[in-house]
């Protein structure tokens, strides 16, 4: 059975906080690569950046919905999501831009369970941690590609 360790790229490109969108935006077109780990000084992984992170600087400002009682406005979405997506849309680092605390697998993972993350939580990009070091990355052609592997053995 296949594991992340048999598949994951072990070269991985990564971006510090305080990198510029617009530079962190050319490395992803550059690379042609969906997402990168976002690291600390000390090499501890800290977030994750997706081309879908960066694709929300185009959104629209999301005005709240309100509605009234007693001469009260009540939000029908948390302050805390809008100043979330303020902060995506608004993002001048990557830090206010990446996705904090990232799901990650270990080299042992299965590819199984690999391809159920992504699906069930659409993620495209997952950092592989071996203890707590950054040692690699997985992607979804990489899961792809044993598709392909598995075709040319029947």
Same mark, same amino acid.
């Given at each position: 059975m296949l594991s992340v &360790?048999?598949?994951?790229?072990?070269?991985?490109?990564?971006?510090?906080?305080?990198?510029?969108?617009?530079?962190?935006?050319?490395?992803?077109?550059?690379?042609?690569?969906?997402?990168?780990?976002?690291?600390?000084?000390?090499?501890?992984?800290?977030?994750?950046?997706?081309?879908?992170?960066?694709?929300?600087?185009? &959104?629209?400002?999301?005005?709240?919905?309100l509605f009234t009682?007693?001469?009260?406005?009540?939000?029908?979405?948390?302050?805390?999501?809008?100043?979330?997506?303020?902060? &995506?849309?608004?993002?001048?680092?990557?830090?206010?831009a990446m996705t904090p605390n990232p799901v990650t697998v270990r080299p042992e993972t299965s590819i199984e369970e690999v391809g159920t993350i992504m699906v069930d939580r659409h993620f495209h990009t997952l950092p592989v941690v071996d203890e707590g070091k950054l040692v690699g990355i997985v992607g979804k052609e990489d899961v792809l590609k044993t598709l392909m592997s598995r075709e040319k053995t029947t």
């Open positions: &360790k048999d598949i994951m790229t072990r070269n991985v490109i990564t971006v510090s906080p305080e990198m510029e969108i617009p530079h962190a935006a050319r490395l992803l077109l550059d690379r042609s690569i969906n997402g990168v780990p976002v690291v600390d000084g000390t090499g501890k992984i800290v977030g994750i950046l997706c081309q879908s992170d960066l694709v929300a600087q185009q &959104k629209k400002f999301p005005v709240p919905s009682i007693l001469d009260g406005f009540i939000p029908l979405t948390s302050m805390k999501h809008l100043k979330g997506e303020i902060q &995506k849309i608004t993002a001048a680092t990557v830090a206010d």
